[in-house]
C-alpha cells in the first residue's frame, strides 16, 4: 500500500496503525504472548533528518511502554557504525530515502534482514 496525502492527512497515523496490526498479530501468534519477533521489521522513511528523529524518540518511548522488548533504531546523515548494528536488532527502522538506498545496496551478505521487513 502506498499512501500518497497533503502534508497533515494523517499518513503517519496510518503507519501507526498498520505497525500496531503487525506487532498484535505477531504477539497473538507466539504461543506465550510474550515479545516480538526479531523478524519482524518495519521501515519508516522520511524525507528529513529532523522529522526521523522525531519519529524515533517518539516511538521510542511509546512502543517501550507496550513491550519493552521492541527496538527503535534512528539511521540518518550522523549515523555511526553503531547505528547499522542496531538495524539488525530493531523492529522499528527510522531512516532517510538517502541512507536506506545506501543501507540497501551494502546488504548483500544480509539478504535475510531485507526478507525480515514487514512494513515499508
Avoid at 498479530?25 to 533528518?49: E, F, N, Q
Avoid at 539511521?75 to 532517510?96: E, K, L, M
Wanted: glycine residues 8%; charged residues 25%; aromatic residues 8%.
Amino acid at each position: 500500500i502506498v499512501v500518497s496525502a497533503p502534508t497533515g492527512a494523517g499518513k503517519t497515523a496510518v503507519f501507526e496503525m498498520a505497525m500496531g496490526r503487525l506487532f498484535a498479530s505477531d504477539l497473538r501468534g507466539r504461543p506465550d504472548g510474550h515479545g516480538i519477533s526479531k523478524s519482524r521489521k518495519v521501515v519508516y522513511i522520511s524525507p528529513s533528518k529532523a522529522l526521523c528523529e522525531e519519529r524515533y524518540d517518539d516511538w521510542s518511548q511509546r512502543l517501550a511502554n507496550v513491550d519493552p522488548s521492541l527496538e527503535c533504531a534512528c539511521v540518518t546523515g550522523d549515523a555511526g557504525q553503531d547505528s547499522y548494528r542496531n538495524i539488525a536488532s530493531a523492529h522499528v527502522i527510522v531512516t532517510t530515502p538517502e541512507k536506506w538506498d545506501g543501507i540497501t545496496r551494502r546488504w548483500t551478505d544480509h539478504v535475510f534482514l531485507i526478507g525480515s521487513v514487514k512494513l515499508l
